[in-house]
């Protein structure tokens, strides 16, 4: 009897490279808890809980009534890139050519497409850790080295010159910056991005780029405001800007987004990725983005949002510091808290019981990430680990992140829910018995 050949593998070997953000998979599970019929609040999702302005809204109805409902330019309509040019120019002090615009549907494009164009096999790419997790997950899919510059609470999560230097070298070829920060709310001040910027000036080539996330640039708080680095000295020359109307204006289901190019050639050679993945973005989008960039009433609308965001930070944060066991930092930017739970671990047991897993679970787990599961199983609120926020430099620390995009209700809630939580031994022992799943 002749014994069968074992099937060739279906998928090329570079799909098992590439990871995902964790946020969107979590939803399976909470789901499932909501199934049972229990009410989970929900602070797990980057996505602020206000409804479009109506002045976008009838632009994108209006835009829809005139018939723009076909292909458009790749690179984002002239209209939308002109507006973009101006209203970054005018916020960061930059003459910024329309030519150098390029916009996509949403932020994730240029991420995925500044590793394809900029970091080359073999060569290093530096990038926050705890960070947006898209900013780690494309480097193995890309055959690069990850160099995760690890943010520390006892410096407020904040990144100086001193922090980044160890980490730069000849093998750098791209380096990602997140102000204000998801998922801690760091916001960076002058001082630091003028050190961070000698640095990268000083030590890089200068064929290497700075790709800086800004999508919460609207979102500050306590009277402070973003700065890009592009506006320090000789920055502008490396710098991808990287913003978009998600954050800032509560449309996230828009999907428009924009990155600004150091030149045009690097401008067109994006736009030729976006027809080969995309073709173009609806036109109505895009007329409803230049709407939000142009008119009066939406400043007026972000006010409305940021001082929600500052409330609620202020009612999470204070409840959170009133817990024996975890600690959280006040946050000077986006809407999300990012409390060490460590002392709430260790009078729960979850620190003993991550040490006693099989060896193969741990390295998919970690003890932030079993009071997580435990959080939405025994106490349902839905939050996310460190391990979420990239997974290299993660180990030993001990936090989660609650998005406040919330009612201050529910986060009340939340917060009297954690507390609760972070003195169950006996609810944790339960759930570490109950079979449920230990990973995200």
């Not at 709310?185 to 000083?202: D, K, N, W, Y």
């Not at 946050?331 to 060490?340: E, H, K, M, S, T």
């Amino acid at each position: 009897m002749s014994t069968a050949a074992p099937p060739k593998p279906l998928f090329a070997q570079r799909v098992d490279r590439i990871g995902t953000e964790a946020a969107f998979s979590f939803g399976a599970l909470i789901e499932h808890v909501e199934q049972t019929g229990a009410h989970v609040i929900r602070c797990n999702i980057g996505q602020p809980d206000f409804p479009l302005p109506q002045h976008i809204a009838d632009a994108v109805k209006a835009a829809i009534d005139r018939g723009l409902t076909t292909y458009c330019d790749p690179g984002g309509i002239r209209e939308l890139r002109a507006e973009v040019a101006r209203s970054v120019g005018e916020r960061h002090g930059l003459d910024v050519d329309p030519d150098r615009v390029v916009v996509y549907p949403g932020g994730r494009p240029p991420i995925g497409f500044a590793h394809m164009a900029y970091s080359k096999q073999g060569q290093d790419v530096i990038y926050p850790s705890p960070g947006y997790p898209l900013f780690e997950s494309f480097i193995p899919y890309f055959r690069c080295n990850p160099v995760p510059l690890v943010l520390c609470e006892e410096e407020g999560f904040g990144l100086t010159r001193t922090q980044l230097e160890p980490l730069v070298s000849n093998n750098t070829g791209l380096i990602f910056l997140n102000f204000p920060s998801n998922p801690t709310g760091g916001v960076a001040t002058r001082e630091q991005l003028e050190g961070l910027s000698q640095l990268i000036l000083e030590r890089t080539d200068p064929t290497v780029r700075v790709y800086s996330d800004e999508s919460y640039e609207a979102i500050t708080f306590d009277g402070d405001e973003h700065i890009s680095i592009a506006s320090m000295p000789g920055m502008e020359a490396r710098t991808i800007i990287a913003s978009g109307v998600s954050k800032t204006y509560a449309w996230t289901g828009g999907r428009v987004g924009w990155a600004v190019y150091p030149t045009v050639r690097e401008a067109e050679i994006h736009r030729k990725l976006a027809i080969n993945f995309f073709a173009s973005l609806p036109p109505y989008n895009q007329w409803g983005a230049i709407e939000a960039l142009r008119s009066p009433e939406s400043p007026k609308a972000i006010g409305h949002m940021v001082d929600a965001f500052q409330r609620r930070r202020d009612l999470v944060v204070s409840g959170l510091n009133r817990i024996d066991g975890i600690t959280c930092q006040n946050p000077r930017g986006a809407f999300y808290a990012f409390p060490n739970v460590g002392g709430a671990l260790e009078q729960i047991g979850a620190m003993h019981a991550y040490a006693e897993l099989d060896a193969d679970v741990r390295s998919l787990t970690s003890p932030a990430t079993l009071f997580t599961l435990f959080l939405l199983y025994e106490h349902h609120v839905a939050a996310l680990d460190r391990r979420s926020f990239s997974q290299h430099g993660s180990e030993g620390q001990h936090y989660i992140r609650i998005s406040t995009a919330n009612s201050d209700e529910e986060l009340t809630a939340a917060v009297d829910r954690i507390g609760e939580a972070a003195h169950d031994a006996e609810g944790f022992a339960r759930f570490m018995r109950s079979g449920a799943g230990l990973t995200i």
